[in-house]
T-cell receptor
Framework: GQSLEQPSEVTAVEGAIVQINCTYQ??????LSWYQQHDGGAPTFLSY??LDGLEETGRFSSFLSRSDSYGYLLLQELQMKDSASYFC??????????????WGAGTKLIIKP | DADVTQTPRNRITKTGKRIMLECSQT?????MYWYRQDPGLGLRLIYY???????NKGEISDGYSVSRQAQAKFSLSLESAIPNQTALYFC?????????????FGPGTRLTVL
């Protein structure tokens, strides 16, 4: 089967750094994406890694290790507005499945002042 | 105006009723998707369409059908709603360039089946 594992909840302090991990087991791998979803809102795209290494976009960075089937999202200088759920999603499968996204269950990030 | 819109935003219905959820987009994207979100389960793909003449089943298509009326419109139907179809439904779009392309989501439709 295909699965993605991420912690259900992470708590951090405003101004700190937090890392949200994602491990995956999929048939085929073509990239790892991260999405943010605020309560009552729609998911919004944060990052995409197709190759090993770190991608940085402002306060957010995303890392991928294909050999370990592992990635993480790193959020720095946490702000209260970063309180949200974060989803990892793997583009896996095959040409037959049109390389569709497989989603993790999400990590709820709670930020305390 | 929002790039991806969904109607209705909220709907309460009864078991056995036929329900249609509609999605429109102004992004000019070829690809459109319907997802379902349940608490603690993330997003699951119901159906997707890569162009007007292309419809594909996703992970959980049973009990659902779709229609791609135009490039900009993709509707999801529940022919005979049942309580376990109570969920948050999202429509999404993406362009056809590259495997890693971003998906853009509508605001969601919260459906309750009594």
């Amino acid at each position: 089967g295909q699965s993605l594992e991420q912690p259900s909840e992470v708590t951090a302090v405003e101004g700190a750094i937090v890392q949200i991990n994602c491990t995956y087991q999929t048939s085929g791998f073509y990239g790892l994406s991260w999405y943010q979803q605020h309560d009552g809102g729609a998911p919004t795209f944060l990052s995409y890694n197709a190759l090993d290494g770190l991608e940085e976009t402002g306060r957010f960075s995303s890392f991928l290790s294909r050999s370990d089937s592992y990635g993480y999202l790193l959020l720095q200088e946490l702000q209260m507005k970063d309180s949200a759920s974060y989803f990892c999603a793997v583009r896996g499968g095959s040409m037959d499945s049109n390389y569709q996204l497989i989603w993790g269950a999400g990590t709820k990030l709670i930020i305390k002042p | 105006d929002a790039d991806v819109t969904q109607t209705p935003r909220n709907r309460i219905t009864k078991t056995g009723k036929r329900i249609m959820l509609e999605c429109s987009q102004t992004k000019g994207h070829d690809r459109m998707y319907w997802y379902r979100q349940d608490p603690g389960l993330g997003l699951r793909l119901i159906y997707y369409s890569f162009d007007v003449k292309d419809i594909n089943k996703g992970e959980i298509s049973d009990g659902y059908s779709v229609s791609r009326q135009a490039q900009a419109k993709f509707s999801l139907s529940l022919e005979s709603a049942i309580p376990n179809q109570t969920a948050l439904y999202f429509c999404a779009t993406s362009d056809s360039g590259g495997i890693g392309n971003e998906q853009f989501f509508g605001p969601g439709t919260r459906l309750t089946v009594l």
